[in-house]
């Protein structure tokens, strides 16, 4: 999509959004040239804040090839959300519902009209501790095996330092005046897998790709080493219930003479 065909709904998105984003926050963008100039295409995007959606959407605005989210139908119902949402031509998922694969369609066929579309893999805020992103989810995957369109990954920082994600207090830390970073590497190299069954291992292989590669771009970002192995919070989750359950087991012998010592002089005590 050319910036002539960007249309009304995201100009006006962008007449509403870019004033107080470039008033409010430094910049730091690279690898625009790695964004497609013409034809169908994916964006892979790491996800750390409630605001990063606005950093992203402003780089990749400024690169003239405006992207189609993959966002929660909630969004959509109402309000003056619900219209920019549907006026930029979003794309709603419903989750956990017989239409979710409608969302994925709906991505298909944006593709294949020459667009973007913007996917975050991993599904919600990065759980790790770090903020590295985290084990992602295969609909990016699909997608690009189905239309074997570019994938773009897309690694952000900074706007984690404005809304860090999960803290108690949700209010911006604007002082000081913190750097929104964004960087595009290039198309992650997928065609070993072009024409392969997209088995559930298949496609877990692909998103483990295209995870790897927003890692690097986020690695180069930070100017930090990556994690040898991307968090997987349902491992975590599972490692502490086992845990819990091991400490009460554990527990459960030393309380019970404690318990019985004390039953017995409960009943010393009545016989006196």
Request: charged share 25%; glycine share 6%.
């Amino acid at each position: 999509m050319s910036r002539r065909r960007i249309g009304f709904w995201y100009r006006l998105a962008a007449v509403i959004c870019k004033p107080p984003l470039l008033v409010l926050f430094k910049r730091d963008w690279h690898g625009m040239e790695n964004i497609p100039a013409d034809g169908g295409f994916i964006t892979a995007v790491n996800h750390n804040s409630y605001l990063d959606p606005l950093s992203y959407a402003h780089y990749q605005y400024n690169t003239g090839r405006v992207p189609r989210f993959l966002a929660k139908a909630g969004l959509f119902r109402s309000g003056f959300v619900g219209l920019m949402m549907r006026g930029t031509g979003q794309i709603p998922v419903y989750r956990e519902t017989t239409d979710a694969a409608t969302a994925f369609r709906a991505a298909v066929a944006a593709i294949e009209k020459g667009e973007c579309v913007a996917f975050y893999p991993e599904g919600t805020l990065t759980r790790d501790p770090a903020m590295w992103p985290m084990q992602g989810k295969t609909g990016a995957a699909r997608v690009a095996l189905l239309t074997k369109a570019p994938v773009i990954p897309v690694a952000q920082w900074g706007a984690n330092d404005v809304m860090p994600p999960y803290a108690k207090e949700k209010k911006l830390r604007l002082l000081p005046r913190k750097t929104l970073r964004v960087q595009a590497g290039p198309p992650v190299d997928l065609s070993a897998y072009y024409g392969k069954e997209p088995t559930a291992e298949v496609l877990r292989e692909v998103t483990d790709v295209i995870m790897a590669a927003i890692t690097v771009q986020l690695a180069e970002v930070r100017g930090e080493d990556a994690p040898a192995e991307p968090y997987d919070h349902r491992k975590t989750i599972a490692r502490e219930r086992r845990a819990a359950r091991e400490a009460a087991k554990a527990a459960t012998p030393a309380a019970a003479p404690q318990q019985a010592r004390s039953t017995q002089q409960a009943q010393e005590d009545e016989g006196k």
